[in-house]
């Protein structure tokens, strides 16, 4: 890890910062399958941010089984382009997932991409 002060950092002159050069955006919808009982989440990430190259996130998420699984696949597009998978299950109000990414650049060549895994915990296991 390398550790920075914020003021050893140069930046650019920001007075010509304008009020869209930096944001994210994320957009999504939940929608019910009742004939197949699964839930289908389709969303989209935009991101733009200081000394990072404008990128589009393109995910769907599907639960499955009164949403005891879920599976998922994102493609993200722009500098660094990569596709990414998702598995995951529930117990309760705990949630356990396993992701790979795969990346198309050249260091792809020396890598088989990325592993992760996520627990997820309720404390309020309330659904409201």
């Keep these: 890890m390398v550790r920075a002060r ?5 930046f650019e002159d920001d007075s ?4 869209f050069e930096y944001f994210n955006l994320l957009l999504g919808y939940r929608f ?6 699964m839930t289908v ?6 991101k733009r941010l200081r000394n990072i190259p404008f990128q589009i996130d393109f995910n769907v998420l599907a639960h499955f089984l009164d949403e ?6 994102s493609y993200s597009t722009g500098e660094g382009d990569r596709l990414g998978f998702l598995i995951g299950t ?3 109000n705990v949630r356990l997932y396993y992701s790979y990414d795969l990346s198309f650049e050249t260091f ?3 890598s088989n991409g990325s592993h992760e895994f996520s627990l997820s915990i309720r404390l309020n296991g309330n659904d409201k």
């Design 16 to 19: 010509s910062v304008s009020l």
């Design 41 to 46: 989440e389709p969303s989209v990430f935009v």
């Design 32 to 37: 019910e399958v009742p004939n197949y009982g």
């Design 68 to 73: 005891q699984l879920a599976a998922g696949l």
């Design 6 to 10: 914020i003021d050893d950092v140069s």
């Design 90 to 92: 529930r117990f309760d």
């Design 108 to 110: 792809q060549d020396y």
